[in-house]
């Protein structure tokens, strides 16, 4: 059974990086793709980014592109968002999800991770 556990969010200033990670257990990432979504206070959740089980990225958030980069590491089970030039305005929750089916079409999810939190301000 996969499941999913985040880490690296934080406080940073506007301007600055994070880089979260996503591991899994239960399944190796190169059968399964992972999504980050994260989800603002008192807003819906939005699709950020996604790596599908053979390796191929997109960054499903228009406003991200050219400063959040997903990857990932098969040895260590890991999907990475690296977040650069970070605004106010994502601030929030960011999860880790499973991905049915293919990243560049709508996104069908499975297993959540729990979440973690991002905050960014001066």
């Known amino acids: 059974q996969l499941q999913l556990a985040e880490s690296g969010g934080g406080s940073v200033q506007p301007g600055g990086s994070l880089r979260l990670s996503c591991t899994a257990s239960?399944?190796?990432?190169?059968?399964?793709?992972i999504g980050w979504f994260r989800q603002a206070p008192g807003k819906e959740r939005e699709e950020v980014s996604c790596?599908?089980?053979?390796?191929?990225?997109?960054n499903r958030a228009d406003s991200v592109k050219g400063r959040f980069t997903i990857s990932r590491d098969i040895a260590k089970n890991t999907v990475y968002l690296q977040m650069n030039s970070l605004r106010p305005e994502e601030a929030g929750i960011y999860y880790c999800?499973?991905?049915?089916?293919?990243?560049?079409?709508?996104?069908?999810?499975?297993?959540w991770g729990q979440g973690t939190q991002v905050t960014v301000s001066s």
């Open positions: 999800a499973e991905v049915y089916g293919s990243c560049f079409q709508e996104l069908h999810v499975g297993t």
């Open positions: 239960g399944l190796s990432l190169d059968r399964v793709g």
């Open positions: 790596i599908s089980s053979s390796g191929s990225t997109i």
